[in-house]
């Protein structure tokens, strides 16, 4: 069953925006994750956030973590749109790793 | 260097055909997994391995047979396709040193359809 549920589904924002997905789960949970998925393309890992930590930044990148409230935020500031993507949170619950379904980013010029 | 490579990139099957979809990586990974990508389901796990030698199924494996023979290799069997098995197959690997969910490496995707 899928672990992390990202929010919204979709999300439409113009260039120079900054633009934040969520990512709620259910169980406890060793790391998560953030992918980004260009159409038709696979995967690409963009940050991960281990359970002891409650905020990490990568470049335009910025992910919070809330253990106690059991979701996570992602952050992209200033989007151009080559940010346009869908992008997964992934929670690890000490055995695999678990995909929510994805936030559809549109970013445009 | 080149990654998670996967073969073929398309294929369409009739049903009660079989086939392997095939997964290489050359970056010494211990651990490889492979996961279906639906609309609307995000990404389900099929499959996945610790080493060579040694799998486990993940959270949809009916229909699905895999071996790890080599460190390199993942290959993923459909036993007798069914056209619930239309999808998008993805391969990953990832650092041994993390465990089996660390950072993954994603192949380029396999597009299964199933007459």
């Known amino acids: 069953s899928q672990q992390g549920e990202e929010d919204p589904q979709a999300l439409s924002i113009q260039e120079g925006e900054n633009a934040t997905m969520n990512c709620s789960y259910k169980?406890?949970?060793?790391?998560l994750q953030w992918y980004r998925q260009n159409s038709g393309r696979g995967l690409v890992h963009l940050i991960l956030?281990?359970?002891?930590?409650r905020e990490k930044h990568s470049g335009r990148l910025r992910v919070t973590l809330d253990t106690s409230k059991k979701s996570s935020s992602l952050l992209i500031t200033a989007s151009r749109a080559a940010d346009t993507a869908s992008y997964f949170c992934?929670?690890?619950?000490?055995?695999?790793?678990?995909f929510g379904k994805g936030t559809m980013l549109l970013v445009s010029p | 260097n080149a990654g998670v490579t996967q073969t073929p990139k398309f294929q369409v099957l009739k049903t009660g055909q079989s086939m392997t979809l095939q997964c290489a990586q050359d970056?010494?990974?211990?651990?490889m997994s492979w996961y279906r990508q639906d609309p609307g389901m995000g990404l389900r796990l099929i499959h996945y391995?610790?080493?060579?030698?040694?799998?486990d199924q993940g959270e949809v494996p009916n229909g699905y047979n895999v071996s790890r023979s080599t460190t390199e290799d993942f290959p993923l069997r459909l036993l007798s396709a069914a056209p619930s098995q239309t999808s998008v197959y993805f391969c990953?690997?990832?650092?041994?040193?993390?465990?089996?969910?660390?950072?993954?490496?994603f192949g380029e995707g396999s597009r299964l359809t199933v007459l």
């Open positions: 990953a690997s990832s650092y041994s040193g993390q465990g089996i969910t660390g950072e993954l490496f």
């Open positions: 169980t406890s949970i060793n790391n």
């Open positions: 956030i281990r359970s002891n930590e």
């Open positions: 992934a929670t690890d619950g000490y055995s695999t790793l678990t």
């Open positions: 970056m010494n990974h211990e651990y």
């Open positions: 391995s610790v080493g060579a030698g040694i799998t």
